[in-house]
């Protein structure tokens, strides 16, 4: 289960400090332009030692294409991507190979396989998502070509919430916080728990923007369930809404529902989302994540022998996982998307929508 | 799309209004003994009609065995079960086969395949999470011989939350609330809503407890990324958390970890999960339902050629489809864990928990 | 895996003495007209009974439609079709539950899972077969819409070979043999052989026709492929060719390969599939049917306690599952050809062969 | 589509001519000891360049294992293996690319996917085999642990067939000939036949010892119906045969059938499975390879703008792609059994078999 996707299908593997990650995309179109370098912009935003506030493994993640693409262009095979780990410092993890650190994978891939990698948390390690943000690159690109675009930003830090939502602002700091004037906050804040050895968690939001209605595959493959699953895949997420979310539990339904105008929607409340199937409103994904367990705070934990040991995390963390998690939740997105188009082509041959065709707007949800 | 899980597959089909409704469940273990009267129970749970505060319409909802047990034991063969629909009123929904309302899948079952069978919602209605509710009685009853037992309640209608958590008073009240005393107060509320015309949302929490550490499928078929999908695929909901979900956001690593001791764990806010695999805890996953949007109050609306119109909902409807959540949240629960543990068995032979197994306990999450 | 498909999944049910057989029908494209007495010619076509060469049990095969068909079009959710098994005489079989007919599944059932449904050779019967003709059905409709159009003939009965191919002949006469003054000659070896007690296998060859260039999954999902396992997943069949098959063995390679021109290819050796991916040319596969073991010749043979025993087998059998299997490859051809098509829609969008299309020709092979 | 298998999962990745080849291995039970090295002698196996029988490339395949495996054994996670391409000569293909050779791939993967990677054949190239071969190692290993073993040999090179059947010849010739006598009439036919610039089919004939009953997947997932795809997925194969194969068409009732005695079956003409599962008995599968279509003989063919020109095929090449078959049918045979056997674990708990288990034995099929 190391595959994700139905017809655009991603199988990666690799751990954090083995050799190398990389992943196969199956599925994929042909003719769709693709080159190394067009992976570095997305990898960048994803990567560790971006700022003092995330991790200072710096990889350089030069992505070197093995397959499936020909003359620069996709041909419809197999497309292996591959990046070499080069920072991993594994002596770090010198202490932790016979303990288990609590609110981490080491304990439960112990007891599920009886064996494991425990360099850098091995295949439970956040690293494992550079190879998602790589392959949504392709799948970002053949959206693009039908006019769908995907973006994310932080809408939580701990406590902390965005005044204003100006998308023109994400880009511009290493939180993808989308409310500029209160970046010297964060960063604030950021230093202050880093200095404590503490950490906290974030919520991130990803809208697509531009998904024609049809989209989605009732009952069990619903375009909300492959997302919740999609998200959920990722290190440390606790919680996924579409929409509203958990909102929706105190709404009405005369408040809930999104009202049908020949000139389109007037809410959103749905995020883009009726019956499993996209209503050409954008999709709107809340994603929930975790603070980072590995703290050099000590704590009590256990050895593989069943004696109370004190554990005390080194080796290079974030004290925000959420800091770098907008370009991951992009990617999955992206990917969900993309499966879900080509399974929509399959059986209802693109004819895409049927009028009326409702204009899409974005309301908040 | 109609198929749910990896090895215990099941695929179901029918209308809310055709003649029938009905599973097939493949990769079903041989020897467990199944009898049409084992669905009564839970049927009747999920069941319309069981108060006045669901729709009225009355389904017996008789399973009939087609396949897959002989003389009371399940063959390893496929299962088939089939419902005879018995109450369907379609002349109800003469007057909106040719418009959408608002909040609902008319829309975007039409924009995906240029019909609609309209009649009661067709395949988008809560009547196929029947079959969802009766495959489950088979997973129930196969788990609770490893000693695995799924249990759940309503944790919020609207803006009420429960004051006591006493499982006891769940099955005593047509709301599954774990706090008998406030039952009165929520049946003044739901008979007030239904007056009103509208309708509310509601958080539904379902619990696994006895799952051993180990099962779930790193890195895509992770335990919670399964249950997500699961949850989200049922109609209505549009959130879903695992142990302190969204509350995880404002957590420090320091309080979230789950401290680990040769007694057990000393909380459980993972909610039984760590990095897509058991840990030995209570598997807790809460689900929030969006208010129905099938109203009586009018609302403007779109006819199938782009026409406002306004849009009345006759037919018969729950003023909160979150009353008769629990069974299915249940359902979706063991169903999962099932096809995880079938999964685990598979590939790493059931050999069980490594030593040290550290106790489960339930912890508020 | 009760499943067959990948984007067209047909899931099929039931025991030949159970008291239904039935299948699901998923990821149908919409607006496909199906009535229920479409299904009557090919169902016939496949039942016993429709000749003294086949056995004496009489079912009507009426195909109920359980969902999936709106006002008789297919609405892309699951279509379920229903048949009632009316004639089994479940009597016939109480000698055999104890023991194992040997050539037959009695015995790996009982090994793989510790219990069997005897009657009549439950799950493991000919009958389920019925449920892939039914399900072809809409799949024939599906591909003739598109210009393919799939049909069979019986290419040898024991040793005896067509002296002419006509296509004409084949529906004329119960064995579907394309040569019309031979049919006394079969009917009078079927005759002395029934008389005998024993049984003969037979051989029987596929075409599509009007495939366009272009469809198959390479590398393991090949038209070839799932050609291949297609038909091996019908019950007695031994062995399966492409094109020439096995007598390619001894063929050159100047002779073997298919020269192409611009006024088309100059044989079909390839039997239409290069690489996996249809040529354009007609697709042609042979299949070797064992003969039934099922005999009222006696046998020595084991019971369930390892102890020998004489088996003789009654219960109405077929003296060559041979003559009713016309049907059950064409159904086998038909769905794989239609779930090819969708798969390649997916990906390539359905952009139809890239010039120069080379006309296909029907050439010996 | 480039994954074969199902709970053991392989996908392969590359092209003949591109920078690498490799696969993942996902679900691969933990705890097998993998080594680089144990690669090598399978790989050796199917290498070219071992006689003058075989095309002069010569790559040195040396495996690189890039995750899933820590301190020398399996971790669960995925197992991905490279082979870096080092005497690829695309030069020798330049004049191709523009012209389709007749009986190759280049034509229906130019017109499936409009583009194409005609470099010694792109994806199409046996070149992909040796990943098959690679996973298979782990394969053979995991079985050889169950005391199942596969082995396999030439059985039919053009008209000539094996004089004796003896196991202990095979590995002694670069034919995989069982029969050592013969082995100098094979050099001189190949000889002439490689001087003639013509090429010539095989037989490969692959034998599981030690399966026991159980395995197999009724209904569309049987043992034999997967083995047909498995081998029908290798370049050049035209027919697969299980057991008796085509034979069966010939054959009465009361010749196929194998007599079950308490003593064991007293013959094999099911080819060791009955109704889709292992009886316990050798699997037997027997499969057809067609003669090279890359021959320096010239002929009529045609470019990509349709127009006729003559193709002569440089580039190194085999003239019979059946002598380096028998490891790569070996290792797709074991790649399915360890597959089922997984599956049946998965269901049926890998209880083994139930009483009376039937020795066993090896007959002529």
Known sequence: MNTFGH????????????????????????????????????????????SRHTSARHEDDQVEILSGVYEGVTTGTPIALLIRNVDARSKDYARIAERFRPGHADYTYWQKYGIRDPRGGGRASARETTMRVAAAVIAKKWLAQRGVTVRGCMVQLGELVPRRHDWDAVEG?????????????????????????????????????????????????????????????????????IGAGFTAVTQKGSQHRDVMTPQ?????????????????????????????????????????????????TTGRHDPCVGIRATPICEAMLALVLMDQALRHRAQCGDVGPVTPRIPGQMAEC
């Not at 916080?177 to 974030?202: H, T």
């Not at 959103?268 to 499993?276: D, E, K, P, Q, T």
Request: with cysteine; net charge negative.
């Open 7 to 50: 017809l655009l299908r991603v199988t990666t593997f690799g751990e954090s400090h083995g050799p190398a990650i990389g992943c196969v995309i199956d599925g994929c179109p042909p003719g769709i332009p693709i080159a190394p370098e067009d992976f570095a912009h997305d990898l960048a935003r994803r990567a560790t030692g971006r």
């Open 173 to 241: 700091n290493p939180f993808f916080w989308p409310c500029a004037e209160q970046v010297p906050e964060l960063e604030a804040y950021m230093d202050a728990l880093r200095k404590s050895g503490d950490s906290v968690g974030a919520r991130i939001q990803v809208v697509a923007e531009g998904v024609p209605p049809g989209w989605g595959e009732p009952v069990y493959g619903k375009l909300d369930a492959e997302l919740a699953a999609a998200m959920m895949s990722i290190n440390a997420v606790k919680g996924v809404e």
């Open 264 to 312: 389109g929607f007037l809410s959103n409340h749905a995020g883009g989302i009726l019956g499993g199937i996209s209503t050409g409103q954008p999709i709107v994904v809340s994603v929930a994540f975790k603070p980072t367990s590995s703290l050099r705070l000590p704590v009590p934990g256990l050895d593989v022998d069943g004696n109370p040991v004190e554990i005390v």
